[in-house]
């Protein structure tokens, strides 16, 4: 190896060094910027951040106490759970709505609050957890919070007697971060 300029490789390795210990550091996860109704109660921590990314379908269905009118129906997520880092950590599908890390825990959740997210993403909404069911990441999480979303609002496309029972499918993302007592 043939070093021209040992100083500027000094240099060099120390900028790399400095860079890589600031990555190494994690933003903590703050809910300043987020509505009161789905922050989540003082007293509790985030034991994990993932990113969902995947579908939600919807399916076209006739109005319940409306005679005549039709709408786009939620009918359920199918999408995957990544870590910070991007590996893929779980999947969140449903009905009923379920969050399953890798190592086989899961749980299910009663929503608590929404809010709006903005013109074409889904609501941020807070879920308190009901018991995980296995050993895992998801034991003790008592709140969920879906944020950042993305996407995975119902269809443009006319719902009606025409197309009453068929299903479309969106796209979304969204932030799923949960929280543990303590």
Request: glycine share 10%; hydrophobic share 40%; proline share 6%.
């Amino acid at each position: 190896m043939n070093i021209r300029n040992p100083l500027l490789v000094v240099a060099t390795a120390a900028a790399l060094t400095a860079c890589g210990g600031m990555m190494r550091q994690p933003m903590a996860y703050s809910q300043d910027t987020l509505p009161d109704t789905v922050k989540v109660p003082s007293g509790h921590r985030v034991a994990m951040e993932t990113v969902g990314t995947g579908q939600i379908t919807y399916e076209c269905r006739a109005k319940a106490d409306m005679a005549g009118a039709h709408e786009w129906v939620f009918v359920g997520p199918d999408a995957k759970l990544w870590d910070r880092k991007g590996t893929q950590v779980g999947r969140y599908w449903g009905p009923p709505a379920t969050w399953e890390n890798n190592d086989g825990s899961k749980l299910t959740a009663t929503q608590v609050a929404v809010a709006p997210a903005g013109a074409g993403n889904i609501p941020l909404q807070l879920v308190k957890a009901n018991p995980a069911m296995g050993a895992g990441a998801m034991q003790n999480v008592s709140f969920i919070q879906r944020v950042a979303t993305r996407g995975g609002v119902a269809p443009a496309m006319a719902c009606g007697a025409q197309n009453l029972g068929q299903k479309q499918v969106v796209q979304y993302q969204a932030d799923y971060i949960f929280w543990k007592q303590g």
